[in-house]
């Protein structure tokens, strides 16, 4: 059980330190330096298990001396090479890593009360997913590069909870 668990950090390890080297070599193709700040950035997006937005990386990160502006320009560049997508809700802009997400193929679901946003990502929606973007590239005749779906409503937890509070009135 231990030794698995060790096996496993250490793929975790390894894959950012391999996919760390493709967004640095992305980075200087663009003119951009692989500063200590961005890998440190980066780091907080890989081992995020939920969508952060700027103040929350910067929460987490202010004790090694990056500004809330350092983070607001690094998640913009980061947007714009396509290194994390931009998932924004009410004026606020969420992200998550996109080149080498630990879900790369997912769409989101969205809880109007607990205001959550859920990954959904089991194989039978992704490839439900897959079939509509074949659908957009071979009938409307799209090259397509990127999805972006999100679904709002209640969330099952949510759903319980109002469940409940129906059920004793
Ligand atoms: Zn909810
Ligand atoms: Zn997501």
Redesign the pocket.
């Known amino acids: 059980m231990k030794d698995d668990a060790g096996i496993k950090e250490n793929k975790k390890a390894k894959n950012f330190e391999d996919e760390i080297f493709f967004i640095k070599k992305l980075l200087e193709k663009n003119g951009y330096k692989f500063t200590k700040q961005k890998r440190i950035i980066l780091k907080e997006l890989f081992n995020a298990d939920k969508h952060l937005n700027a103040k929350e990386i910067y929460e987490k990160l202010k004790q090694n001396n990056i500004g809330l502006a350092t983070v607001y320009r690094t998640m913009k560049l980061f947007n714009d090479l396509g290194i994390v997508k931009e998932i924004a809700i009410e004026g606020e802009n969420y992200y998550e890593l996109k080149i080498f997400g630990k879900k790369p193929l997912h769409i989101h679901f969205r809880?109007i009360?607990?205001r959550?946003i859920i990954d959904v990502d089991e194989s039978r929606v992704a490839l439900e997913y897959l079939h509509l973007t074949k659908i957009l590239e071979n009938i409307n005749g799209f090259d397509v590069y990127d999805v972006d779906i999100m679904f709002s409503g209640?969330?099952k937890?949510?759903k319980e909870v109002l469940k409940n509070s129906t059920n004793k009135n």
Do not use: A
Request: charged share 40%.
């Open positions: 809880c009360k607990c959550d209640i969330c937890r949510c």
